[in-house]
């Protein structure tokens, strides 16, 4: 497939809208709209997304101003979880081939930051080249130049953690459970993450992060001449469960806490379909 620089004739075209409206229909009540004038569907394709328990199959749509992706429910039919990326603030990383992990990349924005593996080499390439371009583009159109503001970390997967790695000796039990550092992304035991920071690109509120994190973000607004606003909320042993973090697996479970009741299956997907696709 070769990459198709889009053309103002088909920022109007009628195909493209429906499209949309297609991709809108298939969230359903789940989504936000996503009908936009000026919007253009550039691509969209299966990528398999590194999330918190194991790497999951997520439907990925690019649009010249947003990177949208959700949980697939019936593939091409219905979606939920919803995520909705402004490209102006996505930046990509490349992410060397490890073991069975091939055509892998980071996609880093300040709210949410995580590993997409494409199924082909060239696929990943395409979907690389595509994304920058819509990214660049956009910028330009906007002219403005990409925020300045950290990106959200990366999360280390539960299972690359065996033991804490902010103290390397606390083991996870039942109820020393795995929590992820908000800030730099780590997995670390409840004593290492018992204080909480407010990041703002990330939460309204104040959120977990390790005890290293803490005092450099501490030490950071001692010694920064701006006044900032920002809250800090000792939590004990962090066994309290209102502390819990139930946002840490925010691709398991549904908004009242039950597990999705669709586990996407392979065979299901067409191969065929589930390649990056652009559209012209
Ligand atoms: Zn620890
Ligand atoms: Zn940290």
């Not at 009908?35 to 790497?55: D, S």
């Not at 490209?87 to 069975?100: F, I, P, Q, T, W």
């Not at 109820?175 to 690109?201: D, E, F, M, Y």
Request: glycine share 4%.
């Amino acid at each position: 497939m070769i990459p198709r620089i889009h053309t103002g004739k088909y920022l109007n075209s009628e195909a493209n809208a429906r499209r949309i409206f297609n991709i809108e229909q298939c969230f359903g009540s789940s989504g936000q709209p996503l009908v936009i004038p000026g919007r253009v569907l550039v691509g969209e394709g299966v990528l398999t997304k590194v999330c918190r328990k194991r790497a999951k199959p997520r439907q990925f749509f690019l649009f010249n101003d947003v990177l949208v992706y959700g949980n697939i429910i019936i593939h091409k039919k219905k979606y939920n979880k919803q995520h909705i990326l402004p490209l102006e603030d996505v930046k990509l990383d490349n992410v060397n081939d490890e073991g069975n992990l091939r055509n892998g990349w980071k996609i880093m924005s300040p709210s949410k930051s995580f590993v997409v593996y494409a199924a082909t080499a060239s696929e990943k390439k395409e979907w690389m080249a595509h994304i920058r371009k819509c990214v660049n583009d956009l910028l330009a159109r906007r002219g403005i130049s990409q925020s300045t503001s950290s990106d959200s970390p990366v999360w280390v997967p539960d299972s690359e953690a065996k033991t804490c790695m902010h103290c390397r000796k606390s083991e996870f039990t039942v109820v020393n459970r795995k929590h992820h550092c908000r800030h730099c992304g780590i997995v670390a035991c409840n004593a290492c993450t018992s204080r909480r920071w407010l990041l703002p690109q990330q939460s309204s509120k104040p959120i977990r992060v390790c005890l290293t994190c803490y005092h450099k973000l501490a030490q950071e607004t001692a010694s920064s001449s701006v006044t900032r606003t920002y809250t800090v909320i000792a939590t004990g042993d962090g066994r309290n469960s209102s502390f819990e973090d139930s946002s840490d697996d925010d691709d398991d479970v549904t908004k009242d806490g039950s597990p999705a009741q669709y586990q996407y299956q392979d065979d299901q997907l067409d191969m065929h379909d589930s390649h990056f696709q652009s559209y012209d």
